[in-house]
């Protein structure tokens, strides 16, 4: 029913969490990023971005047309919308999830990146931005780490697709330069959240078509990082 357009990178790892979590039908069409297939003309006729992920659901509920989305936190509200599940009908809690989704999205996102690109891709050391941005990491790890002082979720206290959306961007602390031991509800909330089966199930899946940890070679440099603007 739903084709994910697919490369498990933090964003592309959100979507397949939620759609292992509803049992939704679903096929990956990978889209290696490092070898610039972000790039061709079919895949920027749904992601004009040239970004990670991007859906078709074949059977959208108007019953038209297969229906494109793209960005990762509009595809987890479309999803969220299409199945009933993971953001609440009332009001005030559905406000609550949509606050943390673009938190994430407006910065933990943005400012971890930066902080993976500096530390680990720059092709030069740069003290003032590796500082920083494992600093505001490190505040925002703290403002989420206040949040769920009071919560047992992101959100408030069920699962929602807010905890979906940040939960990928804490998987590679180690690489931004943290330490969960500093934020110890943080910690408690990741490791609830990294042993749920359906997390245990996209993360397989993406292991499958890219194990982590393999060196990052000098044409995926091009192709993500050095690539002209056309």
């Known amino acids: 029913m739903i084709d994910v357009h697919y490369w498990p990178t933090p964003n592309g790892h959100k979507i397949t969490m939620f759609l292992e979590e509803v049992g939704l039908d ?13 790039f061709e003309a079919d895949f ?5 971005n040239n970004r990670m992920p991007a859906i078709v659901d074949n059977a959208p509920a108007d019953g038209g047309a297969p229906l494109s989305v793209f960005e990762s936190g509009a595809i ?3 999803l969220a919308e299409k199945t009933g599940k993971f953001l609440p009908t009332m009001l005030r809690e559905r406000v609550v999830v949509n606050e943390w989704l673009f938190w994430q999205m407006a910065g933990l996102g ?3 990146g930066q902080n993976h690109h500096f530390n680990r891709y720059a092709p030069e050391k740069i003290a003032y931005a590796i500082e920083r ?3 505001e990491t490190r505040r925002l790890y703290r403002v989420l780490d206040k949040q769920l002082a009071a919560h047992e979720f ?3 206290a069920s699962y929602s697709i807010a905890d979906m959306a940040v939960y990928p961007w804490i998987v590679p602390y180690e690489a931004q330069h943290q330490d969960l ?9 990741f490791e609830a959240i990294r042993d749920r089966p359906a997390t245990v199930r996209a993360y397989e899946k993406g292991e499958a078509i890219s194990p982590s940890g393999q060196p990052l070679s000098e044409e995926a440099r ?6 002209p603007v056309d």
């Open 26 to 38: 679903y096929t990956i069409k990978p889209v290696n990023i490092g070898k610039g297939e972000q």
């Open 44 to 48: 920027l006729k749904i992601s004009p």
């Open 76 to 78: 987890l509200q479309y």
């Open 110 to 112: 943005p400012m971890a």
């Open 133 to 135: 941005y494992e600093r």
């Open 154 to 156: 992101v959100a408030g």
């Open 181 to 189: 031991n500093d934020t110890p509800q943080l910690k408690r909330w």
């Open 222 to 227: 091009r192709n993500l990082f050095q690539r």
